[in-house]
């Protein structure tokens, strides 16, 4: 195997941590049988749009990434993995359009629209990418090494860019495209010779010899135009000579006969969110000409740009509005020649029947079936429990470190209390987290008039799966339960378990409820009845969720309230039970 060309050896004459840059000279000057390019570079710290990454991430092949969005600045510091600190305006900040980087990217150039480097990769994650500026390290100077600025203009011209060049001696490199690898027998097929370095003589050739060359054109045009006549694959290459010598050659593949194979792309991913569904754009290749059109029943829902070309754009129509989940579809005909393919492209769009907390969907107690909360969506005004920590009973983790949009794809499901009052609430099959809630009905919740009776992200630090352990309910209510992903942020498949538990105590049976405030409680609440009037004896016992008294009292209630003192109580929640002479009476206390 032929071994890459390479060389060995550089001095380095720059670097600086901050935009992580070096700047080497090669000891060598690379050959012209290399075939060098020596890119251009762009010092002028402007936030320029379509902008271009090339690189290799580790274990793979060149890749290029490309944006056409405007890149932006760091608005603020970056802090590393090993704790450097990068300063405001030190890095482009890109997120691609098309590909992205990975390990093994860093130090790859960041090429403007001109292809003048304006950066080189320093980091980033699977969304967005950090590249030091040219612009920061032209002018950066370390203690040991003198500035990029010093090396790129030694005379001090001012020079703030310059564009990239090939040496003229540099040996040709042949390639060519077309638009097509499957043509059909005897349609015209036009090849362009997209070769680097020259000048140089080029020869086409073709085998088998049963083809022609069309419109005036020869085995030495630049874009020859060729019809194939046999049923078989061809092999097209181009050779590439200087002064009657070989240089380079490009072999490419092509088969002919009497079928294609029409190509669809989408800007699109397979499952559309009904939230983000506004338009996007399909594409197709493998045909000369295109017809397109929407499939029989999706007319009400989508609408196209143009019913012809190889590019069309998708339109959600205005007025449509969808309860749950939906399909689109459209048929594009391709034709080349005598030859042609019918290709049908359906796209799922996503919206939870659920998302909405007034449609809430009913559960029975047990195991339910499988839900999702994928393409879900915040409502205005819908909770979101305390994030404090991962395994309490009455919080969700704080996970992005903000406390700022927990809640992101929540979905709704309610359930009527049985006669035991008591019950547990868990789930499975993804990362999420779940939340219990008490109110007069769905407006109410929106309102902010609830009580959550407990909310759970983990069941402990190395067990993900969110369970509200035990609650009272009042027999015959309704109840609220909120799932989201983990953090908020996570979208999947997952099932809900509504179990029913012994009360407990017994003296939640016909109980009345007690009005208690603040909650979640900190050191003290105040619990209260109508029924209460000043100086009323009671006596009051508070229970944990496994049961256990920890905390009674006889005690004489004051204008109605029995003041009840939290401080020393773990974080949690907690059932307190109220007997009088007139009655027996219960509350949920939920200590932060």
């Known amino acids: 195997m032929q071994e890459s060309p390479s060389l060995t050896g550089a001095t380095l004459l720059a670097t600086g941590q901050p935009s992580d840059f070096s700047l080497l000279l090669l000891n060598d000057i690379p050959p012209p049988d290399y075939q060098p390019y020596y890119a251009g570079w762009d010092v002028n710290d402007a936030a320029v749009d379509h902008v271009t990454g090339i690189h290799v991430p580790f274990n793979e092949s060149k890749k290029i990434s490309l944006d056409y969005d405007s890149i932006y600045s760091n608005p603020v510091s970056v802090t ?19 590909g992205g980087t990975s390990q093994g990217s860093s130090g790859s150039p960041l090429f403007n629209s001109s292809n003048q480097i304006i950066g080189q990769l320093h980091g980033g994650d699977d969304i967005m990418a950090y590249y030091g500026k040219l612009s920061y390290s032209y002018t950066y100077k370390s203690q040991s ?34 638009r097509f690898d499957e043509v059909c027998i005897d349609a015209p097929i036009t090849f362009n010779d997209n070769s680097v370095f020259g000048p140089y003589e080029r020869s086409w050739e073709i085998f088998p010899t049963t083809f022609a060359f069309i419109n005036g054109t ?22 590439l ?42 594409s197709a290749e493998g045909g000369e000409q295109f017809e397109w059109s929407i499939l029989a029943g999706d007319e009400n829902k989508i609408t196209i740009s143009q019913l012809s070309g190889d590019t ?21 005909v391709g034709s080349q020649a005598t030859c042609s393919d019918t290709v049908v492209v359906t796209y799922d769009v996503l919206k939870q029947v659920n998302d909405n907390i007034e449609d809430a969907i009913e559960l029975p107690y047990g195991m339910s079936d499988y839900y999702s909360n994928i393409c879900a969506t915040i409502e205005a005004g819908e909770p979101i429990p305390p994030f404090e920590s991962c395994t309490t009973q009455n919080s969700w983790c704080d996970e992005y470190g903000t406390g700022e949009d927990i809640v992101e794809n929540s979905v709704w499901f309610k359930f009527v209390a049985s006669t035991t009052g008591r019950v547990s609430v868990s789930s499975t099959g993804m990362d999420n987290q779940i939340a219990l809630y008490e109110a007069d009905s769905d407006i109410s919740i929106l309102n902010g008039d609830y009580i959550i009776l407990g909310a759970n992200d983990d069941r402990s630090d190395t067990d993900y799966r969110p369970i509200i352990k035990s609650e009272t309910v009042h027999p015959s209510d309704t109840y609220w339960i909120q799932v989201d992903g983990s953090g908020g942020g996570l979208e999947d498949d997952f099932y809900i378990t509504i179990t029913e538990l012994s009360a407990t105590p017994s003296d939640a049976i016909d109980a009345q409820r007690i009005i208690v405030y603040p909650q979640p409680a900190h050191g003290r609440v105040i619990m209260r009845h109508p029924d209460w009037v000043n100086g009323t004896r009671a006596e009051m016992a508070v229970y944990n969720t496994a049961g256990m008294v920890i905390a009674s009292a006889i005690v004489d209630t004051e204008d109605g309230t029995i003041s009840v003192n939290t ?20 509350a949920q206390i939920v200590k932060r």
Do not use: M
């Open 218 to 239: 020869s085995d030495t045009s630049g874009s020859p135009v060729i019809e194939f006549k046999q049923d078989t694959l061809y092999t097209v290459s181009l050779k």
């Open 80 to 98: 590393w993995d090993d704790d450097s600190r990068s300063p405001v305006g030190s890095h482009w900040i890109i997120g691609f359009d098309d």
């Open 241 to 282: 000579s200087v002064d009657d010598e070989f240089q380079s050659t490009e072999d490419f593949k092509i088969a002919a006969g009497s079928e294609i194979s029409i190509n669809v792309k989408s800007s699109a991913a397979p499952e559309i969110c009904d939230c983000d569904f506004e338009s996007f754009q399909l």
């Open 145 to 178: 090494y003198q500035t990029v600025r010093h090396y790129l203009d030694p005379d001090s011209t001012g020079v703030t860019s310059i564009q990239g060049y090939a040496p003229a001696d540099n040996i040709p490199d042949a390639f060519f495209t077309t």
């Open 567 to 586: 401080s020393s109580w773990d974080p949690g929640v907690y059932f307190a039970a109220v007997k009088t002479g007139k009655g027996r009476y219960v």
């Open 312 to 332: 069309t754009t998708v339109f959600r129509v205005p007025v449509f509005e969808a309860d749950s989940s939906y399909t689109i579809g459209f048929q594009v």
